[in-house]
């Protein structure tokens, strides 16, 4: 089973001799008895769904809750406007997540990768990365199938539910999807991949799923900025030739070990964490009545 | 493990459990009635009915009952479109038994009078359902795979009558389970296939002696 662990994924890769997506692709495709070129089509699918949800934003509109909408727009125009500390290549990875998070917020089409409420963390890095870089859409769609390759371990091993194990399995799990991405399109290592996802998780184990009111609006539409900003980083770190010094597998285990510690307050409940503070518990009050 | 569960699904949003399923159970109920419903009545149960506004679960399971896909962009306008459509429908919330805490009882009616169908239906996570009651008997399918539901009079001979008709089709079967009502009499078979079920084997199991109904169901 390739995607029982990293280690497994990385030598099937190599045994095979072919690049790393591509053995993805084939595996994933001889597993669910398709056709690899339909496998791609629908891929492809999944990337141009993300571009048309990225651009279905409307800065007008607000969340049925009213707490979720227009704080992309903000972003974006800072980033555009110069302002921004960082330049301008972040301010837009900073937009396109708060953009695709509040998206979802207000039920429009998205790609949920892993989850619904993650949704923006691929897609965030992922679209300004092509744009800065001139990179192909069928590298993109390579990019994919990486990030794909890497959750099923993560999904497998562990968990990509905020319910059973906090938000390090959703965000946590998207931002060490998305830095394997980032990876490959920079030309990294398949190593330099596994431990792009060991530097990410590691970064947002234990983090606690605790969404206002039961709303997957505050706090994931932003967390899917801090996701995206995470990917980056630990792409940047091991693209450097930064190791983790803990292989990516017992990461992945030692986040399904916190997932089952943490208390049912922090597993999506709505009662602990953010949701649990005094604004927070007011709010739920007065939506639900 | 399916990659494109990992990127995908393709959905409406916000939440796959109270967004996606919920509109997977309305789709799955209205198959299941095989015509389209005028009157529905959905009772949310648990966490559909404490978070289930806010989340669009209202909206969802009402397009699932017109017919919409999950990634179907007129979800959030449902409502408009049931009115369109001819579907008078009323929310309320009910407090289920050994129920599922993402789970709704729909009643629906194929004509504005007639007698009502009861389905239970569970969002089990990332956009998954199961239906676990149907017409007040107990049982569990998911309805990803083309599935036959057969309702008789509890009787053995029913179930060979039936897995004959199905295997003179070289229909192969993935599942069979029988589920009987609590106050006898009745029984459903559920039963999953690895081919579309087509109208003529439903026609067949009809006409057969103490089948009160059959209905086939494809993802
Ligand atoms: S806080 Fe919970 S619901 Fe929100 S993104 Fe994180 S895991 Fe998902």
């Known amino acids: 089973m390739i995607f029982a662990s990293v280690t497994n994924l990385l030598s099937a890769a190599e045994k095979s001799g072919l690049p790393l997506w591509e053995c993805i692709l084939r595996h994933s495709a ?28 409307d800065p ?4 049925r809750s009213t ?4 704080q992309a727009e903000k972003m974006r125009l800072q980033a555009e406007a110069g302002r921004s500390i960082s330049g301008e290549f972040i301010g837009r990875i900073l937009a396109g997540a708060l953009r695709m998070g509040e998206c979802n917020a207000c039920m429009h089409r998205i790609v949920a990768a892993p989850t619904a409420g993650a949704c923006g963390v691929l897609p965030a890095v992922l679209l300004p990365y092509a744009e800065k870089y001139g990179t192909s859409d069928e590298e993109l769609v390579n990019a994919l199938y990486i990030a794909s390759g890497f959750g099923c371990v993560i999904a497998q ?23 394997a991405a980032l990876v490959y399109l920079h030309g990294g290592t398949p190593e330099q991949m596994a431990n792009a996802v060991a530097i990410a998780l590691k970064n947002l184990m234990g983090l606690a799923c605790d969404p206002v009111a039961g709303l997957v609006e505050v706090p994931c539409v932003k967390r899917n900025a801090i996701g995206a900003m995470n990917a980056l980083t630990a792409a940047e770190l091991a693209l450097a030739g930064i190791s983790s010094a803990i292989p990516a597998d017992e990461v992945i285990d030692a986040m399904r070990q916190v997932g089952l510690s943490l208390p049912g ?25 | 493990m399916d990659i494109f569960e990992i990127i995908g699904p393709i959905m409406v949003g916000p939440s796959s459990s109270h967004t996606a399923g919920a509109v997977r159970i309305g789709l799955v109920a209205r198959k299941l009635l095989a015509r389209p419903p005028v009157r529905a009545e959905l009772l949310l149960h648990g966490s559909f009915a404490a978070t289930g506004r806010g989340h669009g679960t209202d909206r969802a399971l009402v397009a699932g009952l017109l017919g919409f896909e999950p990634d179907d962009t ?3 306008d449902s409502f408009v479109y049931a009115k369109e459509a001819g579907l008078d429908f009323r929310f309320d919330t009910v407090e289920l038994r050994d129920a599922h805490p993402n789970s709704v009882l729909l009643r629906l009616w194929a004509e504005p009078d007639g007698k009502p169908m009861e389905v239970v239906g569970a969002s089990i ?30 009787n053995p001979g029913s179930v060979a009558d039936v897995s004959y008709l199905i295997s003179r089709r070289s229909i192969n079967i993935a599942t069979f389970q029988v589920n009987r009502s609590s106050r006898g009499g ?18 067949a199991i009809r006409s057969m002696p103490d089948i009160v109904d059959a209905v086939g169901i494809n993802p």
Do not use: H, W
């Not at chain 1, 194990?165 to 060490?176: F, K």
């Not at chain 2, 359902?129 to 399918?141: P, S």
């Not at chain 2, 029984?187 to 296939?193: G, H, P, R, T, Y």
């Open chain 1, 30 to 57: 001889e597993e669910s008895g398709i056709d690899p070129a339909a496998s791609r089509a629908r891929m492809r699918k999944c990337l141009d769904a993300m571009r048309e949800a990225d651009a279905s934003y």
């Open chain 1, 60 to 63: 007008q509109q607000r969340s």
């Open chain 1, 67 to 70: 707490l979720v909408g227009g």
């Open chain 1, 157 to 179: 091993r562990a968990s990509i539910s905020g319910a059973e194990a906090g938000c390090q399995a959703e965000i946590g799990s998207a931002s060490a999807m998305a830095a």
């Open chain 1, 265 to 289: 307050a922090l597993r999506e409940t709505g009662k602990g964490g953010i949701a649990a503070a005094p604004t927070a518990m007011r709010f739920a009050a007065s939506f639900f009545g």
């Open chain 2, 74 to 76: 007129r979800i959030p």
């Open chain 2, 125 to 154: 996570g990332g956009g998954r359902i199961e239906i676990r009651e149907f017409n007040g008997i107990k049982l569990r399918f998911s309805a990803e795979a083309p599935t036959l539901i057969v309702k008789n009079r509890d």
């Open chain 2, 186 to 203: 009745e029984a459903v078979m559920v039963i999953e296939c690895d081919t579309p079920i087509r109208q003529e084997l439903i026609t």
